[in-house]
């Protein structure tokens, strides 16, 4: 929470031009386009004014949320939170820009603003723009909902990559002490090997060696800090007959002593519980598609002239390999 107040005290997120055009904000491929927060008509009429200016109402209770949690969803940093998960005092800050965006506009309402030569230029543009925008969101979204995936389609995808749907990781832990020499990791194996409870202790006491604790370590695991865990390390504990288990393994130059333990399967989501994601992946990855078919189709019923002079690189004519002409003579140089 403490880093969840900083970042939004540092940037105040967003700029207010842009949360007031986040009611705007319309997903074509959401189902509900509408955000999950936003008020109806007769929820905002009937939440609580927060602020007056001159006595009319600017900002309700309803609106503001609606506003904030809005803001939440556009912010990569906040995700998974709630407005009403915020701080009362974080929600003061942000709602003050809300009072100052409601000053500017009482003022330029009061100054005949919308009659401004410049409102009216960047008006009519925004207006131009908005509704090329919903036209070409509308076409899609009707193209995107008409695609269907079958079950069929969601029962093959799930079978060949079920692994990939990690409910809970298993693997092995690991820990280990790399030695240069193989003499010192014998001797560190047969004193861990009488005493395996306290591995990591002794592991770290050695002064010949350099401990090191390699974490959960299975088949599906994936990273950074898995992918510089040498093969044969993960071979070894993968292939351990029990846990615990300790024993030497020789790396390259190097000599590892190596504990394994608390062995744990991986358990998998079932279909039931990723159904709905894999649909929604599938029918993205077929929007494309289809996207591009329909285009082909609309493109070749419409007389499309494009003027490719236009795009062509103008090269210097000395680029070209093309001698300059020779400069004529002055007029003075000639009667002479």
């Known amino acids: 929470m403490k880093q969840l107040s900083r970042l939004l005290i540092k940037g105040s997120l967003l700029s207010v031009s842009l949360l007031v055009l986040s009611g705007c904000n319309w997903n074509p491929f959401n189902k509900n386009s509408s955000s999950p927060d936003a008020s109806t008509p007769s929820e905002a009429s009937d939440s609580a004014v927060l602020c007056s200016i001159n006595g009319k109402p600017v900002i309700k209770e309803a609106d503001f949320m609606n506003n904030l949690n809005q803001m939440i969803q556009a912010n990569q940093y906040f995700r998974g939170a709630t407005a009403e998960s915020l701080p009362k005092e974080l929600q003061r800050k942000f709602f003050e820009q809300l009072v100052t965006q409601a000053l500017i506009e009482a003022h330029a309402n009061e100054n005949n603003i919308e009659k401004h030569p410049a409102f009216i230029k960047a008006y009519q543009e925004a207006d131009k723009q908005l509704k090329s925008a919903l036209k070409v969101q509308v076409v ?175 090269e210097p004519a000395s680029e070209k390999g093309e001698e300059e002409p020779a400069a004529k003579p002055h007029a003075a140089s000639a009667a002479a």
């Open 140 to 314: 899609e979204k009707e193209i995107y909902d008409g695609i269907s995936v079958s079950d069929e389609e969601i029962s093959k995808y799930f079978t060949e990559n079920k692994d990939r749907f990690v409910k809970v990781p298993g693997g092995t832990l690991a820990a280990g002490v790399r030695f240069d020499t193989e003499a010192t990791a014998d001797a560190f194996l047969t004193k861990a090997r009488n005493d395996v409870a306290n591995f990591e202790t002794l592991a770290k006491a050695a002064n010949d060696g350099k401990f090191r604790d390699f974490g959960r370590i299975s088949k599906e695991s994936r990273g950074m800090q898995f992918e510089i865990v040498p093969a044969p390390i993960k071979e070894a504990v993968l292939a351990a007959p029990k846990a615990p288990h300790v024993e030497k393994i020789k790396v390259g130059k190097e000599f590892w002593v190596i504990k394994s333990w608390d062995k744990k399967n991986t358990e998998l989501f079932e279909l039931a519980d990723v159904k709905s994601h894999i649909e929604g992946m599938l029918k993205s990855n077929k929007f494309k598609d289809v996207l591009d078919a329909r285009l082909k189709d609309i493109r070749s019923k419409m007389n499309v002239s494009v003027n490719e002079g236009f795009f062509a690189s103008k």
